[in-house]
């Protein structure tokens, strides 16, 4: 039902990340429900949920800064071009895990240096060679089928979207056969989507 397809997206999403993680997100509806399952159940208050839509709100803004100092150049990058760019993200990934959603307005070079994890992207501060992503590709596609016998709509709408994300990645980094067997998950979860018949 629905309350066990949110329990296993709560474990996935929020649960399973590496101690003090932070989480950057261009959904401000996919950051509620963090900030919901942080606040209504407990769930990791370790993690730093970050929604970028927010990031022009003062209060919001100071209380992030006082959380973690060094989204600083982070939080310039955005307001400025809409996008953190790739030192900013690396100094915040020198100091904790730091896990996003793609964003259209990351260059490769700055895609070179993601993974999937779980739902989300991994970067790490240096760039990642084919074998790294190949391996958690794989990892995510086991993960997701576990994840997706659960769903409620809502959740394997949230699913579908990161398959997208880690899909495209995957693809403009030119890791041809990862992308694909994505695509094709993607394809039995979302029938004809004109997503995968572009990327394909």
Known sequence: GAESGAEAFS???????????????R????????????????????????????????????????AEPAVQGLMRDISIDGHAGEQSLTVVADLRPLELELDPGYAKRLISHMVADHLWLRF?????????????????????????????????AVVKARLRDHATALATLGDRTEAIALLG????????????????
């Open 11 to 25: 474990d996935e999403s929020l649960e399973r990340l590496p101690p003090g993680a932070m989480v950057l997100l």
């Open 27 to 66: 959904s401000r509806a996919l950051a509620l429900r963090l900030w919901a399952a942080q606040l209504a159940y407990g769930a990791r208050p370790d993690v730093l949920v970050v929604a970028t839509p927010l990031l022009g709100d003062g209060r919001t803004a100071m209380g992030l800064l006082r």
């Open 124 to 156: 790490f501060p240096q760039p990642l060679g084919a074998s790294d992503r190949r391996a958690a590709a794989s990892t995510l596609r086991s993960r997701v089928a576990g994840l997706v016998d659960k769903a409620d709509p809502r959740t394997l």
């Open 185 to 200: 998950d993607l394809e039995q979860l979302a029938g004809a989507d004109l997503f995968v018949v572009e990327l394909m």
